[in-house]
Nanobody, 123 residues
């Protein structure tokens, strides 16, 4: 089992920044690729960013490229999502997920999820 706990969400004005954190416990963190997803009211959960086990390979949804940065610190068992130039359409609940070995853009391929953290961007 892997337990994931997100933090760092909140209310921010458009153009502002937030950094989300996802702390993992349980099994060996470096065995898992990590992903950030988000779900807005009435919408399906969508991929935001993913990072490989070692942190050297990252991938982003087109909607956040150039604004968001995913990173991980395996010594701290934590993955981060730095969000800059936030827009109102970034408002959602953000979830981190863990998947053995390789990251994926498909939420149904992740084995473990956190409880989510709310991000609200006011325009």
């Amino acid at each position: 089992q892997v337990q994931l706990v997100e933090s760092g969400g909140g209310l921010v004005q458009a153009g502002g920044s937030l950094r989300l954190s996802c702390a993992a416990s349980g099994r060996t963190f470096s065995d898992y690729a990590m992903g950030w997803f988000r779900q807005a009211p009435g919408k399906e959960r969508e991929f935001v960013a993913g990072v490989s086990r070692g942190g050297s390979i990252t991938d982003y949804a087109d909607s956040v490229k150039g604004r968001f940065t995913i990173s991980r610190d395996n010594a701290k068992n934590t993955v981060y999502l730095q969000m800059n130039m936030l827009k109102s359409e970034d408002t959602a609940v953000y979830y981190c997920g863990a998947r053995m070995f390789y990251a994926s853009k498909r939420s149904d391929e992740y084995n473990y999820w956190g409880q989510g953290t709310h991000v609200t961007v006011s325009s």
